[in-house]
């Protein structure tokens, strides 16, 4: 008997929008049921060796294929318990590939070291935050930043040297990339400050990233960047050009959006370097105190394509407030949002205002995550200002969002 | 997508039951409920199946039998492909078309999907993939078995050892 009828409407019974006519029986002549497999067996008779035999239930597995491809990851790991076959098909590898991917959680330190906070705030951590693949060669691992896909790690205990590896992981395909010690020019080693260590992936090339590194020569002065790329394994050196003292905040404190590294800097500022060296940009970001210097620090992120900044404003209330960046060549932001966090987190007053944070931005959505550094941490939806608690206790409070990637 | 077919090469003599109209390059399908449609070689080649038999001079006099197409689903999938070709560029139009297109219920869309499948029309199965990966993200394992009318192949066992390996994506 071909495929159960009654049991598949439930995700398309209130889609049948009024005035259209009802497809499934409206076929232009008097035709038969609209199910050709329920006709006449004989004209069956396939003469098309490819073609899945109709009468079965289940779809061809090309077209299992497409649907699949098209199902976010997170459901795609659910699916794998439908049957065995379709088990074999969630795990396929060009499938997950394709499978479209978003924020799946937060890589974050706690007293047992590196953790992994899900999404949803339950259930075991869906990627390994031990990040084994790595602890084979290293001793001891320190995560520095996480951009979207990779992490940018600090280990060390390979040998008996105590000098530190710089490696960029993904932590999805388990693949390693060990970055070459900076020498400079005149043949001098420099070491890497870890703070100041800036990853750049974007998921749209996945199979390169690039790293900056302020060097710093006098008092947080950066006179050079050095600047890696994936695909030549190179470290480059370009003299900074953003005119004026750029202290930057350092890492995670980035976004790498079109290219383009953008870095905060101590005075309200997003200080911008492309991968070339070429252009150098500083964009003022709002602020919401008229004395520059009141204002506290701004953090920065990006959703939706765009760069986004934000700030609480401790000394009134502790609002928030949310801006986005509309005109990129101009520098124009626009207020996307402003809510009060202590409403938020239903206080009414709050001894250590300052532990209040907005950590991050989901990156496809109006989602923002908040915690009150103590004891809960929370999304808010900016859209319909709905409120979902992650975390209620001091076990998460705020971390390095994670968007997995298994392209290679 | 014009048709780049042999054009009266191939086509068997005796011209009054000839299928190809050389005036508006007509060709005739026949569903497997035996109905007749006419369409243009032009929407008809949206049809990578049906474009390759056109172009290997596999279509006889009559038109193309496809066995495998009941013809409520092939009028249906005829109606997305002369939408298509009769104006590619109407971005807007096209997409509401599409969405009321795909407006139906499961069933008939796993049956333009075989059908699209068979035919193959990209851009149809596209369509219609993605919609019922849409539909289906949110859902349940059992709702995903009682749509695709799958049986539970494991054991208890099994399926629990599973569940807790991927307990993320359940909470």
Known sequence: MPMQQGGGDDGCKDQRATGNPVRDSGAPSDSPPPFPSTESPSSEKLEHEDEQQQAGPSLPEDALVEILSRVPYRSLRRFKCVSKPWLALCSATDIRRRSPQTLSGFFHFGVDGLMFHNLSGRGPPMVDPSLPFLRRSYKRVTVEQCCSSLLLCQCAGKSCSEEYDYVVCNPATERCHLLPPIVLPDGQPHTLDPSNIFLGFDTAAPSSFLVFAPMSSYCDEFAEVAIYSSDTRRWTFVQSNWGGKTFLVGNPECVFLNGIMHMTTHHSSVATVDAEGKVWRTIEIPGVMPNRYDNAMASIGQSQGRLHAWRIDYHHDCQLYVWVLVDYESGKWSLKHTVNVLELFRMHCRKDVESYTMFAIHPECDLIFLTDGEEMTMSYDMDNQKVHVICTSEEFLGGLPYTPCFAE | ?171
């Open chain 2, 1 to 171: 997508m014009a048709a780049t077919t042999a054009d009266g090469s191939k086509v068997v003599g005796g011209g009054e039951k000839s299928n190809v109209d050389e005036e508006s390059k007509m060709i005739t399908l026949f569903s497997s409920d035996g109905e007749r449609f006419e369409v243009t070689q032009e929407a008809a080649a949206m049809s990578q199946t049906i474009h390759h038999m056109m172009e290997d001079g596999c279509v006889d006099d009559e038109g193309v039998h496809l066995p495998n197409v009941g013809s409520s689903i092939l009028a249906m999938v005829i109606e997305y492909c002369n939408r298509h070709v009769a104006s590619p560029d109407e971005k807007e139009d096209i997409r509401s078309f599409d969405a009321g297109f795909v407006n139906v219920e499961h069933h008939t869309l796993f049956d333009i999907i075989r059908a699209a499948n068979y035919l193959d029309v990209k851009e149809l199965m596209d369509l219609c993939c993605q919609t019922v990966a849409d539909s289906i993200k949110s859902k349940s394992v059992e709702e995903i078995r009682e749509l695709f009318g799958i049986v539970n192949d494991f054991t208890p066992e099994e399926e629990a050892e599973i569940r807790k390996e991927n307990q993320w994506a359940f909470e």
